[in-house]
């Protein structure tokens, strides 16, 4: 059973930094992409940053760049999203997200809040 499990999140002032983590299990987490998404109350779930198996190639959503780093470590099976410079617009669930035998799995989410 493919499970994803998010940690990391909480309360920060505006230009802080936090650092969320994901343990996945259930799959052979060095051949997949990770993601991370997130959810802002009453807007779409967006995508902020992939990861691929080999963890040299990453993408991110223009808001974050150069602020966040998304990484992983296949000997732990964890995906990390370092998250620095945070701004109150990056409020939001964070998840983390996989593609597995062609469906979504996703984890529970963790709450960052970026408030004074």
């Known amino acids: 059973e493919v499970q994803l499990v998010e940690s990391g999140g909480g309360m920060v002032q505006p230009g802080g930094s936090l650092r969320l983590s994901c343990a996945a299990s259930g799959f052979t987490f060095s051949n997949y992409a990770m993601r991370w998404y997130r959810q802002a109350p009453g807007k779409e779930r967006e995508l902020v940053a992939v990861?691929?198996?080999?963890?040299?190639?990453?993408n991110y959503t223009n808001s974050v760049k150069g602020r966040f780093t998304i990484s992983r470590d296949n000997s732990k099976n964890t995906v990390y999203l370092q998250m620095n410079s945070l701004k109150s617009e990056d409020t939001a669930v964070y998840y983390c997200?996989?593609?597995?035998?062609?469906?979504?799995?996703w984890g529970q989410g963790t709450q960052v809040t970026v408030s004074s």
């Open positions: 990861v691929y198996s080999d963890g040299g190639r990453t």
């Open positions: 997200q996989v593609v597995w035998a062609t469906r979504n799995y």
